[in-house]
T-cell receptor, first 110, second 114 residues
Framework: GQSLEQPSEVTAVEGAIVQINCTYQTSGFYGLSWYQQHDGGAPTFLSY????GLEETGRFSSFLSRSDSYGYLLLQELQMKDSASYFC???????????FGDGTTLTVKP | KAGVTQTPRYLIKTRGQQVTLSCSPISGHRSVSWYQQTPGQGLQFLFE???????NKGNFPGRFSGRQFSNSRSEMNVSTLELGDSALYLC?????????????FGSGTQLSVL
């Protein structure tokens, strides 16, 4: 089976940097994705890592270490609109399902 | 290009009833997957369809079923509703459902079972 662990809540102030960690246990791992979901909204894709290393997209970066079964999402220059839930998800090769973590609720304070 | 459309947006049913939810994927996407989301929990995978065939199924009872039509639109059905079925049901589409493809989610159907 597959399981992912991420912190349930994180709080930070506007302009700061926050890191949301995700550890996973899975077989046949293919890649780690991150999604953002605002209250009442649809999850939206943020980033995907198939290989070890850092992927940067604007203020957001995502990191993966396959040997450590660990990844993180880094959010820089936090804005109030970044307050949302963030989910990590793993995909297995040739499988049309993603397994999601329980989500991390990020609260950005002024 | 229109996004993933789910209907209805809200639904209230009573125990024992059945319900059908609809999902129209992004044009050209052939993979549709369904997820159940309850407060404070992640998304639980229900099933995935590709070209009218169910390719993957999650650990849900047989009361949960689905299908996909030739135009890639998908429906999921829940029979004999239980209180615990109250949740947000999300569908997601992608081009082929391959591991490196990002999922595009609809806004979901909020189902309340009374």
């Amino acid at each position: 089976g597959q399981s992912l662990e991420q912190p349930s809540e994180v709080t930070a102030v506007e302009g700061a940097i926050v890191q949301i960690n995700c550890t996973y246990q899975t077989s046949g791992f293919y890649g780690l994705s991150w999604y953002q979901q605002h209250d009442g909204g649809a999850p939206t894709f943020l980033s995907y890592n198939a290989l070890d290393g850092l992927e940067e997209t604007g203020r957001f970066s995502s990191f993966l270490s396959r040997s450590d079964s660990y990844g993180y999402l880094l959010l820089q220059e936090l804005q109030m609109k970044d307050s949302a839930s963030y989910f990590c998800a793993v995909r297995k090769a040739n499988a049309g399902k993603s397994t999601f973590g329980d989500g991390t609720t990020l609260t950005v304070k002024p | 290009k229109a996004g993933v459309t789910q209907t209805p947006r809200y639904l209230i049913k009573t125990r024992g009833q059945q319900v059908t939810l609809s999902c129209s994927p992004i044009s050209g996407h052939r993979s549709v997957s369904w997820y159940q989301q309850t407060p404070g929990q992640g998304l639980q995978f229900l099933f995935e369809y590709f070209s009218e065939t169910q390719r993957n199924k999650g650990n849900f009872p047989g009361r949960f079923s689905g299908r996909q039509f030739s135009n890639s639109r998908s429906e999921m059905n829940v029979s004999t509703l239980e209180l615990g079925d109250s949740a947000l049901y999300l569908c997601a589409s992608s081009y082929r459902g391959e591991a490196n493809e990002k999922l595009f989610f609809g806004s979901g159907t909020q189902l309340s079972v009374l």
